[in-house]
């Protein structure tokens, strides 16, 4: 399978260890001398990589034979490579391994040198990349693991867990706000249905009530819910504003709303 095969939400992936979803500022000139070291001074190898790197991003092969030539086409098409799709990088790793200039060692060598949060793995005559465990979970990853835990007795919860995966799997901008709007409806309607009460102000108040977790933290769900609807008032259906939303800025606020789902799940209320 392929990188985007495996990793199709790759987008939303977080880690304060590697590069899961971009690459450290000097990522051209490391591969640079990575691939200038497998042309071993041959001008017929570098114009292989340079044509390979082409094959890849969809750019024109290079004619040239003279080494100097080579090495300006080859800077171009690195350069070409990272600013594509984020897969064509671990796509032209896969072509060289494919056609034996690379082992897998030498990939994730490559990879772990640069802080890259993925390993590429070979089992009997097929292959994978691994996104690397320090990486953390996904964000798409932790709602569908709310679907299926136990402690989660809301069906409408569990709908609109459904609806975030769908819409971030869309990844369109409407679809981004969307899915933060899925998530504020399923951290409602779970704490709306565990405390039977009809508004989430009176759902906080019940859960306060119930002294099962510091204050602070059962009033992190309405602050949440509040502050969002402040800053994105378009999450709301029908309302004309449009604010704009990073993918940093929605997988952060996606993470608060299901970390405070797990939160709630994990108290077991009955």
């Not at 867990?161 to 951290?187: E, F, P, V, Y």
Request: glycine share 4%; proline share 3%; net charge negative.
């Amino acid at each position: 399978m392929t990188f985007l095969d495996e990793h199709p939400n790759y987008n939303t992936y977080e880690s304060k260890v590697f590069y899961v979803k971009d690459f450290p500022d000097d990522i051209e000139e490391a591969m640079q001398g990575f691939l200038l070291n497998l042309a071993q001074g041959d001008s017929r190898n570098l114009k292989f990589l340079v044509n390979k790197i082409a094959t890849v991003v969809n750019s024109g092969i290079t004619e040239n034979y003279s080494w100097d030539y080579l090495i300006s086409d080859l800077n171009l098409g690195i350069r070409k490579l990272i600013k594509s799709s984020y897969n064509n990088f671990f796509d032209f790793l896969e072509l060289l391994w494919d056609e034996d200039w690379l082992s897998s060692k030498e990939i994730n060598s490559f990879l772990e040198k640069n802080s890259i949060g993925y390993e590429f793995l070979r089992e009997l005559n097929s292959h994978t990349w691994v996104l690397k465990e320090e990486c953390g979970v996904s964000v798409i990853e932790r709602a569908e693991t709310l679907l299926h835990t136990p402690n989660n007795p809301c069906q409408q919860a569990k709908e609109h867990l459904r609806q975030i995966i769908n819409n971030l799997n869309t990844g369109t901008d409407r679809a981004k706000k969307d899915a933060l709007r899925d998530g504020l409806s399923a951290l409602e309607a779970l704490m709306r249905q565990i405390t039977q009460t009809n508004d989430i102000k009176d759902a906080t108040s019940q859960l306060r009530n119930l002294k099962i977790a510091p204050d602070f933290l059962i009033k992190d769900g309405l602050s949440i819910w509040d502050k969002i609807h402040q800053q994105y008032p378009d999450v709301r259906h029908g309302n004309p504003q449009t604010v704009p939303i990073g993918n940093a800025e929605l997988i952060y606020c996606l993470n608060k709303i299901l970390i405070y789902i797990e939160f709630l799940c994990d108290l077991n209320i009955k």
